[in-house]
């Protein structure tokens, strides 16, 4: 069964502090792994799709990596506007999407 | 604007009601999805439909009931509902199934 895990559960920032925020996985036949944004009371909002281990995907202060094992959403000097939920979901051989529990961040003004 | 719409953002129904979801995508996707969202867990997937057909039922109790008329609307129909029923049901769509989805704003169901 495919199984994500992301780490920590809640994070909080000062505005321009850098940090990283983990999803490991576990799965048969990686077809893509992809990282959400949700705010709250919203739907989760499409922000990058990695394929294969050592892509690497930037979105304005966002930059996420993969291995074969983890994957990582780095922020880079980030701003309260940031502060949301990180979803983290891998796509296997079955077609079925798994996401994980989502990291909560908070940016501290 | 996500380019898929639910309607209604919130609803508040009795256990004995008869209530639906609705969901419109206009990204011209053959692929649409019913999930759900509760606090402290995973999203869970309901049901895929693929070019009107339902390839997936995740073992969902019968008192969901989803129907897709056409590739671009996906109803959700709720009866005898659960007070654990209360969650965020999420309707998303995709190209094919199997790619990236993209989520609607989703909509709030509280069951009294």
């Known amino acids: 069964e495919d199984q994500v895990t992301q780490s920590p559960e809640a994070l909080r920032l000062q505005e321009g502090e850098s940090s990283s925020l983990n999803c490991s996985y576990t799965?048969?036949?990686?077809?893509?792994l992809f990282w959400y944004r949700q705010d709250p009371g919203k739907g989760p909002e499409f922000l990058f799709t990695l394929y294969s281990a050592g892509e690497e995907k930037e979105k304005e202060r966002l930059k996420a990596t993969l291995t074969k094992k983890e994957s990582f959403l780095h922020i880079t000097a980030p701003k309260p506007e940031d502060s949301a939920t990180y979803l983290c979901?891998?796509?296997?051989?079955?077609?079925?999407?798994?996401f994980g529990k989502g990291i909560t961040l908070s940016v501290r003004p | 604007e996500t380019g898929v719409t639910q309607t209604p953002r919130h609803l508040v129904m009795g256990m004995t009601n008869k209530k639906s979801l609705k969901c419109e995508q206009h990204?011209?996707?053959?692929?649409m999805y019913w999930y759900k969202q509760s606090a402290k867990k995973p999203l869970e997937l309901m049901f895929v439909?693929?070019?009107?057909?339902?390839?997936e039922n995740n073992s969902v109790p019968s008192r969901f009931s989803p129907e897709c008329p056409n590739s671009s609307h996906l109803f959700l129909h709720l009866h005898t509902l659960q007070p654990e029923d209360s969650a965020l049901y999420l309707c998303?769509?995709?190209?094919?199934?199997?790619?990236?989805?993209?989520f609607g704003e989703g909509s709030w169901l509280t069951v009294v």
């Open positions: 799965v048969s036949g990686l077809r893509g």
């Open positions: 439909y693929s070019l009107e057909e339902r390839v």
């Open positions: 998303a769509s995709s190209p094919e199934a199997g790619n990236t989805i993209y």
């Open positions: 979901a891998v796509l296997g051989a079955n077609s079925k999407l798994t």
């Open positions: 990204l011209g996707h053959n692929a």
